[in-house]
């Protein structure tokens, strides 16, 4: 009888840290500009244990666009965004783990942005 108070207890703490594994995530901040440096971003990033995440920024124009990204390997991702003034397009970037350095186009406008 003690030894299946034992399992049962080891199986418990298990679930209760597999519960907490994939619960984790991270946000950093973010901040951008187009090529041009006419329109500025800030924003948030969040990765999660699975090697994807999310991205949404606000441009000084009100503008917003919200992205979803994946690791490619581990230190490069990609995504993509989708703006409020129908702008879309892919970005790039490299993390370093907490900071990290992108670009990308929105609609036929190219920008770039660090995070962390």
């Known amino acids: 009888m003690m030894k299946a108070k034992l399992v049962l207890g080891a199986s418990s703490v298990a679930s209760g840290v597999l519960l907490l ?3 984790c ?3 950093l901040p973010v901040h951008g500009q187009t090529e041009a ?3 500025t ?3 948030s990033a969040t990765g999660y244990l699975d090697r994807s995440g999310t991205m949404t920024i606000q441009s ?4 917003t666009c919200a992205g979803e990204f994946v690791y490619v390997n581990a230190r490069e991702g990609q995504g993509t965004f989708r703006c409020s003034d129908g702008r879309s397009g892919p970005f790039t970037f490299v993390s370093t783990g907490l900071h990290g350095t992108g ?3 929105l609609g ?3 920008f770039t942005f660090t995070f962390g």
């Open 21 to 23: 594994a994939v619960a």
């Open 60 to 63: 000084n124009r009100g503008i």
């Open 41 to 43: 971003f800030s924003g």
């Open 103 to 105: 670009t990308g186009r």
């Open 37 to 39: 440096g006419d329109e």
């Open 25 to 27: 995530s991270l946000t």
């Open 108 to 110: 036929d406008r190219r």
